[in-house]
């Protein structure tokens, strides 16, 4: 049954282990996971300090979740290794488990229970004695917005409410190390930000955490640092900044009064800037805009007259710092929720940098 597996993998507070010393939360070398002929995880190295959020990106199908699962000691990798606190995610996986909590893509709870139900059996089967596990389940259903469907069985929860669920369940004892894959995916707007909230929290009091997650903007505002995952392996990482700043361009972005005119536009802004502005740009835009890179800032000018002397109008102009968006697009050619090429050798030639960015400071994430 789904929550026995996050039960197995919470952490236990009668039998809690002490993190050995040692500066790595996590440490993975050379990681491989292959499901048939394919290498879901193809030589992934990722090294996580305590205390810190590390945030997994990458696209659909790309490894992130298989990483999870091996750090979390639910498969058994082929090759490589990994140590959690110093114990080794094989040899030691017992001890493991007793240092992490690990809350999956989909939800792991018991579809015919109700939540308050649901988090008491999760917080005995942790150890917590009985008045304890109400009042922590209490807390926790409040903290995420919960209360009031406490009492209603978990098949009439909607996606988000059952996503909260699982995330509470995962930190009726907070651990050490937390995995999240995908905590906020599906959460509106508002519980998002609570559950970054949660997450602050954790890592203020002490937990390490690894987190994957769609949404560029969430890794920008919890992760320390990021790792961006490709063809199962990490392809570059950094904080965002560094990773910011590894694309090192700013971006020019004009609308267009006429958006029959972009064609024009880009040809302009090509010839002007000396650059290769793709018909399709690396983030979602309006229909009437076109973005370039723009290295130079002092060339603003003659990109507005030559656009004026084409006969382009502009209802608007913005110099835009690079985001994470584009960075991610930069590394894997593709957006956050595009599935990957079938072979990485279809990729097309010119998308994937050369060099790939390894930030001063060395191998840390
Ligand atoms: N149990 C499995 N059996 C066979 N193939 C698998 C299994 N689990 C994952 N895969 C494959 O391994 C690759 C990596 O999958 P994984 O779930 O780790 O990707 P992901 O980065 O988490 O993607 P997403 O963003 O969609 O969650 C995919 O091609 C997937 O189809
Ligand atoms: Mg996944």
């Given at each position: 049954m789904a929550w026995e597996h996050t039960a197995r993998a919470g952490a236990h507070p009668a039998g809690m282990r002490r993190p050995r010393g040692g500066q790595w939360a996590v440490a993975a070398r050379g990681l491989v996971k292959t499901f048939g002929d394919h290498r879901a995880v193809n030589g992934l190295d990722l090294y996580v300090r305590p205390g810190t959020v590390c945030g997994l990106l990458g696209p659909n199908g790309a490894g992130k979740t298989t990483t999870i699962r091996l750090l979390t000691t639910l498969l058994r990798p082929d090759a490589g290794s990994a140590q959690i606190f110093g114990y080794d995610v094989v040899k030691e996986a017992a001890a493991v488990r007793r240092l992490i909590a690990v809350t999956g893509q989909y939800a792991t709870v018991d579809e015919s229970l109700t939540a308050a139900e649901n988090l008491t059996i999760f917080a005995r089967l942790l150890g917590l004695d009985r008045a304890e596990?109400?009042?922590?389940?209490?807390q926790l259903l409040e903290e995420f917005g919960l209360a009031e469907a406490a009492h209603r069985p978990l098949k009439h929860f909607s996606g988000g409410m059952r996503r909260r669920l699982d995330l509470a369940a995962g930190l009726i004892v907070p651990p050490p190390v937390i995995f999240?894959?995908?905590?906020?995916?599906?959460?509106?707007?508002?519980?998002?930000?609570?559950?970054?909230?949660?997450?602050?929290?954790?890592?203020?009091?002490?937990t390490t955490v690894v987190l994957t997650t769609q949404y560029l903007e969430e890794a920008d505002a919890l992760a320390d640092r990021i790792a961006v995952i490709d063809h199962g392996r990490v392809v570059a990482q950094g904080t965002p900044a560094e990773l910011k700043a590894s694309v090192g361009r700013a971006t020019l972005r004009v609308r267009l009064q006429d958006p029959?005119?972009?064609e024009t536009a880009r040809r302009v802004l090509e010839a002007v800037l000396d650059?290769?502005?793709?018909?399709?740009?690396p983030v979602p835009q309006e229909a009437g805009e076109v973005t370039a890179p723009l290295a130079d800032a002092g060339?603003?000018?003659?990109?507005?007259?030559?656009?004026?002397?084409?006969?382009?109008?502009?209802?608007?102009?913005?110099?835009?710092?690079?985001?994470?968006?584009?960075?991610?697009?930069?590394?894997t050619g593709r957006g956050v929720n595009e599935t990957p090429a079938e072979e990485p050798a279809a990729q097309p030639a010119g998308r994937r940098p050369a060099a790939v960015a390894q930030p001063s400071g060395g191998e840390s994430v």
């Open positions: 596990a109400r009042r922590r389940t209490a999240l894959d995908e905590p906020t995916t599906g959460l509106d707007p508002r519980t998002r930000r609570q559950v970054w909230d949660t997450i602050r929290r954790l890592v203020q009091e002490g029959r005119q972009v650059v290769r502005v793709p018909a399709a740009a060339r603003l000018l003659d990109v507005l007259a030559a656009l004026r002397q084409a006969g382009v109008d502009l209802t608007g102009i913005t110099v835009q710092e690079p985001t994470l968006d584009e960075v991610f697009f930069a590394l």
